[in-house]
């Protein structure tokens, strides 16, 4: 009987359009349910619609040209993050407690940060992605929910975990169903902490300050405080991850030509989209494979660190919430995207280096969030410190290690509640 609502990206509800926040999609409606939406449904949650979010879900905020943009309660003049930032507003105003989201970068915690809430990413598998999906976006994107407090994270995670048929993964459950095991604080953690964005991008200093909050209460709590960080090159890892971003958009693209046949219109994609496709398709298969590679050495060097230490904080993201409109493409980068698509000047964009522009800009904003994602570990976003915006604190935890995570969130929450703090929304 709880009303809840659905992101439109991967999500599906049968017979109901799945847009993927793009006009190229407006009319397709799938003819199944995914698996976790039927697990929402026995759970008894009330599917009233489908969220917002970016195109294809690529951006770390919510302005798809099909749909317009999605504003933060906490002020309309600001993006709520993304890409569930549909999701993170609707639970920010209470239209509804609970929202699904989807994470493959940050984006079930980056919109939760900016909107004062709670999000937890699951590691890689726990939460079932068939029947039309195995591995989503090579294994980094899991979906979840986006909540008010842990005990309804905890519940719905619960509710929806587990392996579906043909599951490349199969995680084994708690002892207990997360919803028994947090309401027992955690042992003495061991708690490593860093600020310092891995791309060597500036971090604002309410990002820092929130991250030194949370240390604090935890010292309080009786655990441990070191300043630490596992030892990879950020940049290197972040060129990767951009890499697949292009050939997963090329993916997506070529996936949407042989779905439409001869309805397909690549022109209904937004030009960043497509200069995104340009580029995975100028890529060879093994550029791809050789740099994905390295996702595989940080991610034995973040194991390591987890044997050392039980958690690791980080901010959230590197910067407050975005004005609306400001990341979108100015009027000389429209100009120059559309004689780079026209003239499919993909190899150029390469020799020229703008490629390793792009992709740190693309994450200077928010660097913390996709390591989680590559090493397919949990991470959660908690809204431990408020100023002029809510600031999430993130904290990541080992493989398979949500319960350590839910846990030491429940023992914040009770510590420094946050249920309370909500918008006042004036609407001229």
């Known amino acids: 009987g709880v009303p809840f609502l659905i992101k439109d990206l991967i999500t599906a509800y049968k017979d109901v359009p799945l847009s993927s926040g793009s006009k190229a999609y ?27 979010t970016p195109e294809l879900g690529l951006l770390g905020y919510t302005e798809p040209e099909f749909f317009g943009p999605t504003r933060n309660p906490w002020n309309l003049d600001y993006t709520p993050g993304g890409s569930s930032g549909g999701s993170a507003a609707a639970v920010c105003i209470g239209m509804v407690p609970l929202a699904g989201g989807g994470d493959g970068g940050g984006s079930i915690r980056i919109p939760s940060a900016y909107c004062g809430l709670f999000g937890l990413k699951p590691s890689r598998g726990r939460v079932p992605t068939g029947p039309h999906y195995g591995e989503l976006w090579q294994g980094l994107a899991v979906e979840h929910v986006i909540t008010r407090t842990v005990r309804d994270s905890s519940l719905i995670l619960d509710l929806i975990q587990g ?35 891995p791309i060597n991008t500036p971090v604002h200093p309410e990002c820092i300050k929130a991250v030194e909050e949370a240390a604090k209460i935890c010292e309080r709590l009786g655990h441990s405080i070191e300043y630490d960080e596992p030892k990879f090159d950020g940049e290197r890892l972040a060129k990767s991850y951009m890499m697949m971003y292009f050939g997963e958009v090329a993916a997506e693209l070529l996936a949407y030509k042989n779905l439409m046949g001869k309805n397909a219109n690549l022109n209904h994609f937004e030009l960043s989209t497509q200069v995104l496709n340009l580029l995975g398709n100028t890529y060879k298969a093994g550029d791809f494979v050789y740099t994905l590679r390295y996702w595989n050495d940080v991610s034995r060097i973040v194991g390591n660190f987890f044997t050392k230490y039980d958690i690791w904080i980080t901010p959230t993201t590197a ?18 995207s559309y004689v780079i698509v026209k003239f499919k000047l993909g190899k150029l964009l390469t020799l020229s280096g703008m490629v390793d522009e792009i992709a740190l800009k693309n994450l200077e904003r928010v660097p913390f969030t996709q390591i989680a994602n590559v090493c397919g570990i949990p991470a959660m976003s908690v ?7 809510p600031y999430g ?36």
Do not use: C
């Not at 199969?170 to 028994?180: F, G």
């Open 383 to 389: 809204p431990l410190y408020f100023s002029d915006f």
């Open 163 to 197: 392996k579906d048929v043909g599951a490349p993964y199969d995680i084994a459950p708690p002892n207990k169903p997360y919803i028994e095991i947090i309401k027992k604080p955690p042992k003495k953690l061991k708690i490593a902490i860093t600020t310092r964005s």
């Open 393 to 428: 604190v993130h904290f990541m935890a080992d493989f398979g290690r949500e319960d350590l995570l839910l846990q030491l969130a429940h023992q914040l929450e009770q510590e420094k509640p946050w249920f309370n703090r909500r918008p006042t929304i004036s609407i001229n």
């Open 319 to 336: 910067q407050p919430p975005a004005l609306i409109g400001s990341q979108k493409l100015k009027k000389w980068e429209e100009i120059a």
């Open 26 to 52: 407006k009319d397709f409606r799938p003819n199944f349910d995914s698996e976790v939406t039927k697990r929402y449904k026995k759970a008894g949650l009330i599917i009233l619609g489908k969220t917002n």
